[in-house]
Structures are given as C-alpha cells and as structure tokens.
C-alpha cells in the first residue's frame, strides 16, 4: 500500500525516538543520515540556483549544525562558493563534519561577527543552526542572526534545515523570533510545528526528505494527519436518482440575535449550498424578515424561548451565529443543550458555555468550532496560552466537553474525544481571515450532520471534510485577490465541492 509521507505528521520527541530505530532497521549510521540530509538539501539547492553561486551557511551547536558541515563540503565540491559562520559544534556528529569541511580548506567565520555584508554577498543562505533540538528562547548570537537573515531587503533566498531556527518543532511558535525561511527542506517526517500555530509565516515551501529511512519510520503512528481531498470524494458520491428531500436532513440554525441577522443568514446558506435537505433558523424577531427576505429558501421563525416545536422537526442544530449573550440568547443555549441530538456549537454559544458550563446528555454528539478566543474562554486560559500550543488546548476542549473539536486558525486542528490523533488542515488562504467566514463554516457543518446517513458520513470525519471544504473554499474564492474576499464568496465555491463527482458539462 503507498502511504503519502506528508500526510503523517510528528512531535520532535517521536522522530528523535523513532529514527534512531528505522535507521537502525535500515542499516543506516546517524553519520550516513546527515551525509543524506545534506545531500537532500543540496538538491534543492541545484534545482533553484546554478553552481556556481555564493552560499552563506550559519551553523549552530548540534546535529543540525552538523547537517550544514556537511553540505558546506558536498555544495564546494559541486561548484559553489560557500562561506560557513558557525558557533563552536558540540555533538559528535558536528565536531566530525566541521574538522571534514576544514580539511576541505573551507573557511570558517565566527556566528557572533556575522556582518550585513555577508548576508548581503549570498545567494542563498542556509540556517543550519537550530532545529529540533531547539529546547529554550533563542538568544545571542541567534537572535541576531535571524533578525540579520529577516531583514525586508535580503534579495536571496533562505533555506532552512530542517526547521526555520526559532520555531518550537511541536508547537510552531517562535521562540522569540525565526527565521522566514523561503523553504525548508525537514528530513524523515513532517514535525508538527511546521503545520500549524504560526509555522506558515516562516517555513516557506515545505519539502519533505526522507532520507531513506521514512517508510520504517512511519510504522509509529502520528500525531496528526493532514485531511486529504480524498477524505471530501469519499463520502461526498453522486445523490441517488430517486433522492428527497428527507434523505439529506432538516438544520435547524440557532442565532440571529438584534443587529446580526447576516451571521444566521451566512450559516443557513452555506448549510444550504452544501446540500442539506431543509434549513430553518430560530432568530430573534427583529432579524426575522431581514433573513427571510434574503433567502426564499430558508424556513425562518422569530422565537423567544420556545424552541420545542422547532427542535422536534430538527435533525440536527447549529447554535452561534450571530446569537449575542442577551438572557434570550442564554435561554435558547439551555433549550438546545437538553436536546438529544447532533448539535454544533460556535461562537456566542460557545462562549455562554464557557461563561456557565452545562453538562452533555449522554444521548448527544456535540460539536465545537471555537477560534482561539473563544478555546481559552472555553478553558479559562488567555488567547495566547492556546496560541502557545493548540495542539494541547484541543485535546483539553475535546476532554473536558466531550465534544468532537475544531481549532480554528492557520493550521487548522480537529479532534475528536475518543481517539489520539487529531487531523490538521493544510489547505487555506487568508482570505478567510474575515468576519463571518465562521459562520459559513458553521452552515457547512450543519449541512454534513444533516446528510451523515444518506452519505455515511461517520461523527469523527465531519469537522474534517468541513474545514477541508471551507479551506478550499477560501482559496478559490482567493484567487479573485485574497483581499476583499467575502465569506458569501464562498457559497459558489461549496457548491462546487461538495460535488466532486459530477461532471458539470451539459451534455447534448
Ligand atoms: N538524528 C538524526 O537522525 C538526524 C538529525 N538530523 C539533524 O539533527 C538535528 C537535531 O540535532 P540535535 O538534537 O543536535 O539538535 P539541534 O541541532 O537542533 O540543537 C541542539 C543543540 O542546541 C542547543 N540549543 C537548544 N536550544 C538553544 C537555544 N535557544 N540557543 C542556543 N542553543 C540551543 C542544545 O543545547 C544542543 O546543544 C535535526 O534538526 C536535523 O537537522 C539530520 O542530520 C538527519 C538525521
Ligand atoms: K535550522
């Protein structure tokens, strides 16, 4: 079976773990594995930039220094002009690699002396100095390399090894700063900060080197795998011919408070254009003929607290958008929290629970789409606390609320309570970073709850295929200019998805 490497994804300390065991099973010496991971880079290297050209290599203290020892002495013997500013190695590994590069007749600079003349001289420099031995904030001479290599006007381009010097490997945050790297080649297994928090601002390009040794490296199960297209054609066939309407379930859309009529409205469109069978909202009055006038095809009802009615013809429910914290809003949250049932919870609905927590029925699946605000209320902690490592603040919502979870945000993570991995999205433009584009996404998950028996959709994939669809969504809609996209934008762009199978020709 062929497994695609970039779709498994691990924390530093599984592929320090792992990869001294699938070398060992491949036969392959730690010396062997840097000799390939500077190989790796230097391919890289020849593919975007001609011999002979002037190579800057900053290395630091550990194997990943090692790793730029090494490719200093392989890109010399292909016709580069390379130059190395280094610390003073510290493993093995790195002392072996840099007396290799002095016996070479390289030459060596101090890191602490690196000028703007260097950076300024290079084609191409390469961060050989920290990577996912990272274990505290960088400080001096790393700080200022980075803050050098950052610098707007550097015309060359960066590669990092590895991981961008600076970045937390697991967590993908910078500790304080790092690099932005215009490409980083990692080797053996994509680490899990290289795919959320705030990895995209500086890993670039993402190229994954194996190494030879990933296939037994990926016996280990991952901590997070990247939900694929395949994920969306999977459940998402053509409809059978003699479908209804009641094959693909009735969403009730919970929210629409004084003043937010166009967060329901957004929800209810996107469930809609997504294929569920009927939607309604349950709003409040002023927003009632806003919204119906919008869209004929909604079912819109004003209600105070009553929602019995409503819920009874419900399959499932959706509550957030636009809902507000009035005592009308925290009355429709205590209705729909006793209800037995699929029901998604976003925004205010969220943060009511946070602020007044309410126990699950055992008979109910619930869903959360917090955004990072709203996960630390959700766990009492800051937005930055989440921001700090998102991975754990999902695995806490998905604990403490028993509910299958989806992490907004660049890298966005989805977790369900029951199992140990979680699935990160890797597709997404920042198009989306714009008010009510939750909401849409909160109708696209309406929409999947509501034809999860028609399409066997099982719980634990719906937040999954929802945010990959959003995602995609979001960049194609972008490609008009990621500026200026609306979230409205989006429902053409669902529409088509959620149909993958369908050739849209005409035919004669
Ligand atoms: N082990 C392997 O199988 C392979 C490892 N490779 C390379 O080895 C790297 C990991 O090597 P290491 O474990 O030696 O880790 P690193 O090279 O990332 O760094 C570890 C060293 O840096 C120091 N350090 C950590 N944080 C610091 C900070 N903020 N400021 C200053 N010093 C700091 C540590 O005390 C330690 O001396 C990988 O990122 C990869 O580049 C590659 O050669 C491929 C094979
Ligand atoms: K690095």
Not at 38 to 64: D, F, R, S
Not at 397 to 421: E, M
Request: include cysteine; hydrophobic fraction near 45%; charge should be negative.
């Amino acid at each position: 079976m062929s497994v695609d490497l970039t779709t498994m994804i691990y924390t530093a300390e599984q592929v320090r773990d792992g990869e001294q065991d699938a070398a060992a099973r491949c036969d392959v010496s730690m010396a062997q594995l840097m000799q390939r991971a500077a190989q790796a880079c230097l391919e890289v290297i020849q593919h975007k930039q001609a011999a002979p050209a002037n190579l800057l290599i900053l290395c630091g203290p550990g194997n990943n220094g090692g790793d730029g020892w090494v490719l200093a002495r392989l890109a010399q013997q292909a016709g580069f002009r390379v130059q190395v500013a280094a610390t003073e190695p510290r493993s093995e590994l790195a002392k072996l690699a840099a007396q290799a590069w002095r016996d070479q007749g390289g030459v060596v600079t101090d890191l602490t002396a690196l000028t703007t003349a260097q950076i300024d001289n290079a084609d191409v420099i390469i961060d050989a100095m920290l990577g996912n031995g990272l274990d505290r904030d960088l400080s001096t001479p790393f700080t200022e390399a980075v803050n050098l290599i950052n610098r707007h006007n550097f015309a060359g381009w960066v590669l990092s090894i590895d991981v961008p010097t600076g970045l937390n490997s697991d967590t993908g945050i910078a500790m304080p700063t790092a690099v932005k790297a215009t490409c980083t080649v990692t080797m053996i297994a994509l680490k899990t900060g290289l795919v959320t928090g705030a990895a995209a601002t500086y890993c670039g390009e993402l190229v994954l080197a194996d190494l030879g040794v990933s296939r037994a490296f990926f016996k280990t199960p991952p901590t997070l795998r990247a939900i694929q297209s395949s994920l969306v054609s999977e459940h998402l066939r053509r409809r059978n011919k003699a479908a209804h309407k009641g094959d693909f379930g009735h969403v009730l859309i919970v929210g629409g408070g004084p003043g937010m009529s166009g967060a329901a409205l957004l929800a209810g469109q996107a469930a809609l254009r997504c294929g569920a069978g009927k939607v309604s909202i349950a709003c409040h009055k002023e927003s009632q003929l806003a919204i119906a006038a919008a869209q004929p095809e909604l079912m819109v009802h004003a209600v105070d607290n009553d929602l019995s009615a409503l819920l009874e013809r419900a399959t499932v429910v959706v509550i957030g958008p636009g809902l507000g914290q009035s005592p009308w809003a925290r009355a429709l949250v205590e209705r729909v929290a006793q209800w037995q049932g699929a029901v998604a919870w976003d925004a205010d609905a969220l943060n009511s629970l946070a602020a007044q927590p309410i126990a699950k029925p055992d008979a109910s699946v619930w869903l959360f789409t917090p955004h990072p605000g709203e996960a630390a209320r959700l766990l009492n902690l800051s937005a930055s606390d989440v921001n700090a490592n998102r991975l754990r603040a999902l695995t806490q919502i998905c604990q403490n609320f028993h509910a299958y979870t989806l992490l907004k945000g660049a890298g966005t993570l989805v977790k369900s309570p029951q199992q140990h991995d979680a699935w990160v999205c890797r597709r997404g433009s920042p198009a989306l970073a714009v008010g009510g584009s939750g909401d849409v996404l909160s109708g696209v998950v309406g929409a999947l709850l509501a034809q999860q028996t028609a399409e066997q959709i099982p719980t634990d994939q719906v937040l999954a295929i929802a945010a990959w669809l959003h995602a995609v969504a979001g960049e194609m809609a972008a490609q008009r200019g990621e500026r200026g996209t609306l979230p409205s934008d989006l429902l053409d762009e669902l529409r088509t998805l959620v149909n993958p199978h369908q050739d849209l020709k005409i035919g004669a």
